[in-house]
C-alpha cells in the first residue's frame, strides 16, 4: 500500500489525467498495472525483448444499468468495429433485451497501445448455459455450453423466532417458495397467534443442482411441516389430473371453507416475538369477538373464504369495515381497514383469498392491524377453533395413490437427513 502511495504521488498529474479519461477505478488499475510492467522492462531488458507481446489478463465486467454489451466493451477500451462482432456473436444467443444489468462477464484481454484486444468474452445469462465467445483467424465466434444440472430432493428447515417468513429466509428458502409455503399454511396454520416462538419447520422440494453443489432452481414444493406448541401440522403435495393440491396426513384437502390466516402472512410476526409491542394484539373473548392481527399498513386483507358480501364501508368504532356470508351458517368480518378495494360491494362474490383492502387503524384502533370474527349460526365463535370440514377428503384408488407419495416423500425427507450427516452439504 505504501508503495502504491509512492508511485501514485510519483505519477502525479498524468496519472489523475488518465482517471479523469477513463472515468474509472478499473482504468486506473489497468493503468497501474502496465506502468508496473514498465518498470520491470526497464529493469530487465533482455526479458522485455523476449516478450514484445502484451500479456494476456483476465478480468470480470459488469453490466450497469441501461447498458449494453457494445458499450461495455467500446468504454474497456476495446474498438468499436471488434466491440460489434463480439456483440453480434452474443446476440446469436442471447437477444440484447434478455440482458439485465448485473450480468457478469468473464473477459480474457491484452492490453496494448492500441487499445483493448479481447481473446475471450464468456458469459453465463441463464443458469444452464453458458455463452463463450473466442477469437479465430481474426474472427470472433461464439458457442453455447450447456451446463449439467441434477435433479435432487431438498430440503430447507429452521425454527420460528419472530416471524415463520423470516426464519425461512434465514433457513435460506427462495422468496417464491416461501411464500407458496405461507400460501398452503395459511389454510391451517394463524400465523400470529398459533405459532409459538421456536416452532420447527420443514420444506421439502423437488431443485436441481449444478456441478459445484448449489441448488439453483426450486422446482415444485413437496412438502410443508409446522411443529407448533403440541400441533404438528404436515401438508403433501399430491397430483391429480396435472393439478397440485395439498393434504393432510389423512387425505384430506387443506383448502378448508375458512382461511386461519386470512391476509399477507409474509409481514406477520408471532405473538410472542418481537415487533409486536407497538400495538395490543388481542385474542379472541367474549368482549373482544375476534382475533387482532398486527401487520404492516396497507398489507392486504384477503377473504377468508369464497362467498357474498353482505356489507361494506364505514361502521362506528369498526372503521372500514367488510361483512362476508359463506356457506354453512358462517359469516366473516374484517375491521379498521385502510381502504377497500372498489370491487367489493355488497352483493358481490368473492372467491377464497381475493384482496379486499389493506391493513389499517381506522376507527377505534391504536395501530395498524386487521380484526377479524368469524360467526357461525349468529354467533360469534374464537377463529381459532374452526373446524370447517375439509372440502374434500381423497378415496379409494386416489387414496392409495396419495398414501404411497406420502410414504416416498417421507422416505425422501429421512434420506437427505442421512445424506446431510455424512457429507455435511
Ligand atoms: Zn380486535
Same mark, same amino acid.
Given at each position: 500500500?505504501?508503495?502504491?502511495?509512492?508511485?501514485?504521488?510519483? $505519477?502525479?498529474?498524468?496519472?489523475?489525467?488518465?482517471?479523469?479519461?477513463?472515468?474509472?477505478?478499473?482504468?486506473?488499475?489497468?493503468?497501474?498495472?502496465?506502468? *508496473?510492467?514498465?518498470?520491470?522492462?526497464?529493469?530487465? /531488458?533482455?526479458?522485455?525483448?523476449?516478450?514484445?507481446?502484451?500479456?494476456?489478463?483476465?478480468?470480470?465486467?459488469?453490466?450497469?444499468?441501461?447498458?449494453?454489451?457494445?458499450?461495455?466493451?467500446?468504454?474497456?477500451?476495446?474498438?468499436?468495429?471488434?466491440?460489434?462482432?463480439?456483440?453480434?456473436?452474443?446476440?446469436?444467443? %442471447?437477444? @440484447?433485451?434478455?440482458?439485465?444489468?448485473?450480468?457478469?462477464?468473464?473477459?480474457?484481454?491484452?492490453?496494448?497501445?492500441?487499445?483493448?484486444?479481447?481473446?475471450?468474452?464468456?458469459?453465463?445469462?441463464?443458469?444452464?448455459? &453458458?455463452?463463450?465467445?473466442?477469437?479465430?483467424?481474426?474472427?470472433?465466434?461464439?458457442?453455447?455450453?450447456?451446463?449439467?444440472?441434477? /435433479?435432487?430432493?431438498?430440503?430447507?428447515?429452521?425454527?420460528?423466532?419472530?416471524?415463520?417468513? #423470516?426464519?425461512?429466509?434465514?433457513?435460506?428458502?427462495?422468496?417464491?417458495? %416461501?411464500?407458496?409455503?405461507?400460501?398452503v399454511?395459511? =389454510?391451517?396454520?394463524?400465523?400470529? @397467534?398459533?405459532?409459538?416462538?421456536?416452532?420447527?419447520? &420443514?420444506?421439502?422440494?423437488?431443485?436441481?443442482?449444478?456441478?459445484?453443489?448449489?441448488?439453483?432452481?426450486?422446482?415444485?414444493?413437496?412438502?410443508?411441516?409446522? *411443529?407448533?406448541?403440541?400441533?404438528? @401440522?404436515?401438508l403433501f403435495a399430491f397430483?391429480?389430473?396435472?393439478?397440485v393440491r395439498f393434504f393432510?396426513? &389423512?387425505?384430506?384437502s387443506v383448502v378448508?371453507?375458512?382461511?386461519?390466516?386470512?391476509?399477507?402472512?409474509?409481514?406477520?410476526?408471532?405473538? #410472542?416475538?418481537?415487533?409486536?409491542?407497538?400495538?395490543?394484539?388481542?385474542?379472541?373473548?367474549?368482549?373482544?369477538?375476534?382475533?387482532?392481527?398486527?401487520?404492516? #399498513?396497507?398489507?392486504?386483507?384477503?377473504?377468508?373464504?369464497?362467498?357474498?358480501?353482505?356489507?361494506?364501508?364505514?361502521?362506528?368504532? =369498526?372503521?372500514?369495515?367488510?361483512?362476508?356470508?359463506?356457506?354453512?351458517?358462517?359469516?366473516?368480518?374484517?375491521?379498521?381497514?385502510?381502504?377497500?378495494?372498489?370491487?367489493?360491494?355488497?352483493?358481490? %362474490? %368473492? #372467491?377464497?383469498?381475493?384482496?379486499?383492502?389493506?391493513?389499517?387503524?381506522?376507527?377505534?384502533?391504536?395501530? /395498524?392491524?386487521? @380484526?377479524?370474527?368469524?360467526?357461525?349460526?349468529?354467533?360469534?365463535?374464537?377463529?381459532?377453533?374452526? *373446524?370447517? $370440514? /375439509?372440502?374434500? &377428503? $381423497?378415496?379409494?384408488?386416489?387414496?392409495?395413490?396419495?398414501?404411497?407419495?406420502?410414504?416416498?416423500?417421507? *422416505?425422501?425427507?429421512?434420506?437427505?437427513?442421512?445424506?446431510?450427516?455424512?457429507?455435511?452439504?
Amino acid at each position: 500500500m505504501k508503495e502504491l502511495h509512492l508511485h501514485y504521488k510519483r $505519477l502525479g498529474t498524468a496519472l489523475a489525467l488518465v482517471m479523469v479519461l477513463f472515468g474509472s477505478t478499473r482504468a486506473f488499475r489497468h493503468y497501474f498495472s502496465s506502468e *508496473q510492467a514498465l518498470h520491470q522492462e526497464l529493469a530487465e /531488458p533482455t526479458a522485455a525483448n523476449n516478450s514484445s507481446e502484451p500479456e494476456i489478463q483476465e478480468t470480470t465486467l459488469t453490466l450497469g444499468k441501461g447498458g449494453n454489451v457494445h458499450k461495455l466493451l467500446t468504454s474497456f477500451g476495446v474498438s468499436k468495429e471488434a466491440a460489434i462482432q463480439i456483440t453480434n456473436a452474443f446476440a446469436q444467443y %442471447v437477444p @440484447h433485451r434478455n440482458l439485465k444489468s448485473g450480468q457478469n462477464f468473464n473477459v480474457r484481454y491484452k492490453r496494448s497501445e492500441e487499445g483493448v484486444e479481447i481473446e475471450s468474452f464468456q458469459s453465463q445469462p441463464s443458469i444452464d448455459q &453458458k455463452i463463450i465467445i473466442t477469437k479465430a483467424d481474426g474472427n470472433y465466434v461464439s458457442k453455447a455450453q450447456l451446463i449439467h444440472l441434477t /435433479p435432487v430432493v431438498h430440503v430447507f428447515e429452521g425454527n420460528v423466532h419472530s416471524s415463520f417468513y #423470516s426464519a425461512a429466509m434465514k433457513a435460506g428458502v427462495p422468496t417464491k417458495l %416461501v411464500q407458496e409455503a405461507v400460501d398452503v399454511l395459511s =389454510y391451517v396454520v394463524n400465523f400470529q @397467534h398459533g405459532i409459538k416462538a421456536g416452532a420447527s419447520f &420443514k420444506i421439502l422440494c423437488d431443485a436441481l443442482r449444478n456441478d459445484k453443489g448449489d441448488i439453483v432452481k426450486i422446482q415444485q414444493l413437496r412438502f410443508v411441516s409446522l *411443529q407448533t406448541g403440541g400441533q404438528d @401440522h404436515k401438508l403433501f403435495a399430491f397430483t391429480e389430473n396435472g393439478k397440485v393440491r395439498f393434504f393432510n396426513e &389423512k387425505g384430506e384437502s387443506v383448502v378448508r371453507s375458512l382461511l386461519q390466516t386470512p391476509l399477507n402472512a409474509t409481514k406477520l410476526c408471532v405473538t #410472542s416475538g418481537f415487533g409486536m409491542r407497538r400495538h395490543p394484539i388481542l385474542g379472541y373473548n367474549k368482549q373482544h369477538k375476534g382475533v387482532d392481527f398486527g401487520a404492516p #399498513s396497507g398489507t392486504p386483507v384477503l377473504a377468508a373464504g369464497e362467498g357474498r358480501v353482505v356489507a361494506c364501508g364505514w361502521s362506528g368504532g =369498526y372503521g372500514n369495515r367488510v361483512h362476508i356470508r359463506h356457506s354453512g351458517g358462517y359469516e366473516t368480518v374484517y375491521a379498521h381497514l385502510k381502504s377497500i378495494n372498489k370491487n367489493i360491494r355488497p352483493g358481490a %362474490v %368473492v #372467491s377464497q383469498r381475493q384482496v379486499l383492502g389493506g391493513v389499517g387503524m381506522t376507527g377505534t384502533a391504536t395501530g /395498524p392491524h386487521l @380484526h377479524f370474527e368469524v360467526i357461525l349460526n349468529k354467533q360469534h365463535i374464537n377463529p381459532m377453533k374452526v *373446524q370447517a $370440514l /375439509p372440502s374434500l &377428503k $381423497l378415496t379409494g384408488g386416489a387414496l392409495k395413490k396419495f398414501d404411497s407419495v406420502k410414504s416416498t416423500t417421507q *422416505q425422501e425427507m429421512v434420506n437427505f437427513v442421512q445424506t446431510k450427516a455424512v457429507t455435511g452439504l
